[in-house]
């Protein structure tokens, strides 16, 4: 999502400045890069606030970023002479893709990839790719840059304030987002202690040690939104009795996050829920709140987005029907995981309307959403997204729990779909005294049938739905993807004669058989594209894919506009030419045998329209390739060839 503008500026009125903005985006890219390259061992934590740009005169060293540092009294590089109107646009771009994170230890990065995070939330995502300063280090390109960026943009600053939470640093930050500009706040993990001093949302309370209790107030008023990342605190800690009394003292608090990645399990008591007396938010602006592993009840009507991922406790079923009453006249997005009861949505429980809701992800037991069905009672969807886990009787249940939800998705448009994605996903299953991560696919399904060519979005789905493969599935996980796949067809008939363009992102040899099902299905396809259909380059494996295409070109008739094959790994020539050899006769072969000698003319006619080759090397190493002898390899396949070493 884009950020908000952060400096007043007039509306431009030629796209040549625009343009210009994105060029110096990439030049402002390459100068991170490069400010990054030289790393010598230091610690993160001890850095952090000289790491954080000053405004500043004289010669001085300061750090660019926690590996390096460089002189200020150098000369000044031509693009800090920008107007501040195209500056603010540069550093805008920037702050969408490259936001602060906080610090983290390596026992806190370790401890987050072996723990069983819900559905591998991408929450934790800033934990396991460790600290950064993101945008601000384009503060350490010239004085001129960081002049504009540090005293010139405080709606900026203000979005990130707390994700260093060295007292000086947040003081600073406060300092340049000024006095009136609303504040979000983002707390990440602290340095791991056996009895921490300090939970992530202590700065509230005094975030400068200088300041009074009306100085404190005005700070706690200008706050509208609160994330909390947190590693070593759970639900039942004493802790969180203390953050409810500081979200009631936030009156302008629009969006709550609270994500604890410990859980010691079991059921949330339902009488101290309940109770008269209990902890509860009572922010009257609250319109989004997120959660993982956390649950606490707010009495406000009017939230329009809420998520919860659960990992091992239990919300009561009754807590759960009342918070349905409360959000179902409002609420536009909602996404539950591992939060439905099993026992607890009787037949008889009361339906509810959820007349404003368009996304719904539901992430569960095939038994628990079939019940959950039961109380919703109308809704048009413009977004679904289902990963169901099957129970053991997955035969009986996984069919009608798919049918159920998919009827709550809108159907305006005819066709209803033409974009359809295959990728991979995973879940951690206990198995014994190990964690084993066990695979499975995910389908999803666009109402964009724009070319795969046109810069659209592969991954951006109206329809995703995923059967995950518990470890009492296993071999028969084609069986259960099947039963998905006629699952769809028995909701959308037409489905899969509407499907033009398909993108197929997995191995082939781990999925090959349900993926040879599927594309049997798909009678109208004009562009594919499969990336990384291999797990492991070498002369075996480039071999053994080539009858994949069979099933492509199965009917005579079959022509593709375009297919595109990325491939990721460590290429060398003896590997391309192998491929490209491989790839040209199998395509030749698999093209002609489906069509008899009658159509000598079908069979003199290549079946591709364009064959694109992208070869993705993973290492650093530079390697010249022939790019002449290998499209004659391919002479054939297709009208045009395209080979990309990128």
């Not at 396991?128 to 943009?153: A, N, Y």
């Not at 191995?507 to 040879?516: A, I």
């Amino acid at each position: 999502m884009r950020l908000p503008s952060y400096h007043h500026r007039p509306t431009f009125a030629s796209d040549a400045l625009i343009i210009a903005a994105l060029s110096i985006h990439v030049i402002s890219r390459f100068v991170l890069h490069r400010i990054s390259r030289s790393r010598t061992p230091t610690t993160q934590r001890a850095q952090i606030l000289s790491m954080i740009p000053v405004n500043s005169s004289g010669d001085e060293l300061v750090h660019v970023d926690d590996f390096s540092t460089v002189a200020t009294d150098a000369r000044p590089a031509l693009i800090g002479v920008l107007p501040p109107e195209l500056l603010s646009q540069i550093v805008e771009a920037v702050a969408t893709s490259e936001p602060p994170r906080s610090p983290v230890s390596r026992l806190e990065r370790d401890s987050m990839e072996k723990k069983r995070v819900s559905h591998a939330s991408p929450v934790w995502n800033s934990i396991i790719r460790g600290g950064s300063l993101g945008w601000m280090r384009l503060g350490h390109v010239c004085r001129l840059w960081r002049d504009h960026i540090c005293e010139g943009m405080p709606l900026l600053w203000a979005q990130s304030v707390g994700c260093f939470r060295h007292p000086g640093a947040v003081e600073e930050m406060l300092r340049r987002a000024g006095e009136d500009v609303p504040l979000s706040l983002r707390f990440g993990p602290e340095e791991y202690a056996t009895k921490r001093k300090f939970p992530p949302w202590g700065v509230i309370d005094s975030p400068v040690s200088s300041w009074s209790q009306s100085q404190c107030m005005a700070f706690r008023s200008r706050v509208r939104s609160l994330q909390i990342l947190d590693l070593w605190g759970d639900i039942f800690s004493t802790d969180y009795d203390h953050l409810i009394s500081i979200l009631n003292d936030l009156p302008g608090l629009r969006s709550l996050e609270v994500h604890c990645a410990h859980t010691e399990g079991g059921e949330i008591p339902e009488d101290i829920l309940s109770a008269s007396n209990a902890s509860i938010i009572r922010a009257t602006n609250l319109r989004k709140i997120y959660l993982t592993n956390y649950f606490i009840p707010w009495t406000q009507p009017g939230l329009t987005h809420l998520s919860i991922a659960i990992d091992s406790f239990v919300i009561p079923g009754q807590v759960l029907l009342e918070l349905l009453s409360l959000i179902a006249p409002t609420i536009v997005e909602l996404a539950l995981d591992y939060v439905l009861p099993v026992d607890d949505l009787e037949q008889d429980c009361p339906r509810y309307t959820f007349p404003e809701l368009r996304y719904l992800y539901v992430r569960d037991l095939d038994e628990c959403i079939e019940a959950f069905l039961r109380v919703i009672q109308h809704t048009s969807l413009a977004k679904l997204k289902l990963a169901l886990k099957p129970t053991r009787d997955w035969r009986s249940a996984t069919r009608p729990a798919i049918k159920n939800v998919l009827v709550l998705l809108r159907q305006e448009a005819d066709p209803l779909f033409g974009f359809m994605a295959a990728t991979p996903e995973h879940i951690v299953d206990v198995d014994g005294a190990l964690d084993l991560l066990r695979g499975y696919v995910e389908l999803g399904f666009s109402r964009d049938a724009s070319g795969l060519q046109s810069g659209r979005s592969l991954t951006d789905y109206d329809l995703a739905l995923a059967t995950e493969n518990p470890r009492y599935i296993l071999d028969e996980y084609g069986l259960c993807l099947a039963e998905t796949r006629d699952s769809i067809k028995d909701v959308f008939p037409t489905l899969w004669d509407d499907i033009t363009i398909v993108n197929l992102n997995l191995p082939l040899r781990t999925y090959f058989n349900e993926m040879v099902a599927l594309i049997g299905c798909l009678t109208s396809v004009r562009e594919l594209r499969i990336a990384d259909m291999l797990e492991h380059l070498d002369r075996e494996e480039l071999i053994w894919s080539t009858p994949f295409f069979g099933p492509i070109f199965a009917s005579p008739s079959t022509r593709l506009d375009v297919l595109w094959i990325v491939q990721s790994g460590e290429w060398n020539p003896e590997l391309v030419e192998s491929w490209c050899s491989a790839l040209g006769s199998g395509l030749k072969h698999v093209a002609t045998s489906s069509v008899d000698d009658e159509n000598r003319t079908l069979r003199e006619q290549s079946r591709v329209g364009l064959l694109r080759l992208d070869f993705v090397e993973t290492s650093d190493a530079v390697k010249r390739m022939d790019e002449g002898d290998l499209v004659t390899m391919l002479m054939g396949t297709a009208d045009q060839i395209e080979l990309r070493f990128l």
